[in-house]
């Protein structure tokens, strides 16, 4: 059974720091990371794409930093100098190895306060 679970997030004041964690079970590859502000569409922040690299949205470069543990089933966000508007609730994505399938978490609730 495929399951995304996604933990970290809290509420920190401007220019404070967050660690979000994404854990993963079942034939799925842990792609990356998306945030949905209210009122708003679900945007990537940042994936892994192929040839290891990494893709990160304009907004957050040099900001959020994307990594994963050695067994590729965990990933983390870290999210320094943090701001208002990176407040949102963060999805984490995978993908099914052989389905190629979409698979959500239910995602951490981030709150930046001025």
């Known amino acids: 059974q495929v399951q995304v679970v996604e933990s970290g997030g809290g509420l920190v004041q401007a220019g404070g720091s967050l660690k979000l964690s994404c854990a993963a079970s079942g034939s799925i590859r842990i792609k990356g990371w998306y945030r949905q502000a209210p009122g708003e569409q679900r945007e990537l922040v940042a994936s892994?794409?192929?040839?290891?690299?990494?893709l990160y949205a304009d907004f957050v470069k040099g900001r959020f930093t994307l990594s994963r543990d050695n067994g590729e089933n965990t990933i983390y966000l870290q999210m320094n100098s943090l701001k208002p508007e990176d407040t949102a609730v963060y999805y984490c994505?995978?993908?099914?190895?052989?389905?190629?399938?979409?698979?959500w978490g239910r995602g951490t609730q981030v709150t930046v306060s001025s």
């Open positions: 994505r995978g993908v099914g190895r052989n389905s190629g399938t979409n698979y």
């Open positions: 892994f794409i192929s040839g290891g690299d990494t």
